[in-house]
């Protein structure tokens, strides 16, 4: 079993940053996609940011530079470096992680940008 513990939500103001951090423990044989996904309310579901093993990424349109993923294999974490937040970023972001062949999803952290 694999589990994801995310931080570094929180309220902002528009213009401001944050870092999000997401960590696997458990029983970790190999991690492959580390992503990070938002739900703002009423919305659905949506993929942010994605890193693969080998440090390819990807970003929706909306957050290109802006929004920064990274990982550290070594800590089997993935962070999000999000700058020049809008209103419209606020969301419950959640973690997923491909490790064992499965795919897990942490509990998510409210992302709130507002003056």
């Known amino acids: 079993q694999v589990q994801l513990v995310e931080s570094g939500g929180g309220l902002v103001q528009p213009g401001g940053s944050l870092r999000l951090s997401c960590a696997a423990s458990?029983?970790?044989?190999?991690?492959?996609?580390m992503d990070w996904y938002r739900q703002a309310p009423g919305q659905q579901r949506e993929l942010v940011a994605a890193t693969s093993r080998v440090g390819s990424t990807n970003y929706v349109d909306s957050v290109k530079g802006r929004f920064t993923i990274s990982r550290d294999n070594a800590k089997n974490t993935v962070y999000l470096r999000m700058n020049s937040l809008k209103p419209e970023d606020t969301a419950v972001y959640y973690c997923?992680?491909?490790?064992?062949?499965?795919?897990?999803w942490g509990k998510g952290t409210l992302v709130t940008v507002s003056s």
């Open positions: 458990g029983s970790i044989f190999g991690i492959n996609a």
């Open positions: 997923r992680v491909v490790a064992n062949g499965r795919q897990y």
